[in-house]
Every structure is written in C-alpha cells, then in structure tokens.
Nanobody, 121 residues
Framework: QVQLVESGGGLVQAGGSLRLSCAAS????????MGWYRQAPGRQRELVAR???????YYADSVKSRFTISRDNAKNTVGLQMNSLKPEDTAVYYC???????????????WGQGTQVTVSS
C-alpha cells in the first residue's frame, strides 16, 4: 500500500504563487510517474503536470510557463511550483504516483487526498 500526503494549498490573490508538495510512503519497489491533477467544481478532473523517474516532463497547455514540476527520487517526493496564478486555477489539486510493488508486478496508480487551491481575483 502507498500513501500520498499533499501539502501547500491555500488562498492566494491572482498573480501570486503557491507551492504544492507530495510525499509518498509505504511499501513499494519503485515509483514510475508522479504528477498532479486538479478538479474544479462542476468540471472533470484534468492532468496538470507529470514527471517520470527519468525526468521526462509534461505540462497541460493551460499551465505551461507558469507552473514547474519537480521531483526528488531519493525522497519519493514531487512538487509543483505555481506562479502567476489565475482565478481559473482554483481547484482541488491531487497528487498521483504510479508505483510498482515488486520488480515483476504491473503499475498501480495511487491518489492523494487532495489539497484546495483558491485564487481570488
């Protein structure tokens, strides 16, 4: 079992910055992909950014040049630096991790509990 604990959400004015952090713990062989999704009220959950264990990064178009994802493989953590925040970035942000329990098992995706980010205009 894998636990993902997020921190860093909050309320910020438009144009401001926040940093989200997520730490994975538990019993696993490796973590392949880590990333962040978000879900705004009345909308589907969407991918914000992801990073593989080798450092390959993807950003949603809506956050490119404003958000930066980073990862510490030794500590099993992933961060999301969010700059130039807009009201439309308001959502619950979820950390994800695709983990492998043993060398021979397939990947399993785990989700964090979510952290609220609210951007006021």
């Amino acid at each position: 079992q894998v636990q993902l604990v997020e921190s860093g959400g909050g309320l910020v004015q438009a144009g401001g910055s926040l940093r989200l952090s997520c730490a994975a713990s538990g019993s696993f062989f490796s973590i392949n992909l880590m990333g962040w999704y978000r879900q705004a009220p009345g909308r589907q959950r969407e991918l914000v950014a992801r990073i593989t264990s080798s450092g390959i990064i993807y950003y949603a178009d809506s956050v490119k040049s404003r958000f930066t994802i980073s990862r510490d493989n030794a500590k099993n953590t992933v961060g999301l630096q969010m700059n130039s925040l807009k009201p439309e970035d308001t959502a619950v942000y979820y950390c994800v991790a695709d983990t492998q329990m043993t060398r021979m098992t397939s990947l399993t995706r785990y989700w964090g509990q979510g952290t609220q980010v609210t951007v006021s205009s």
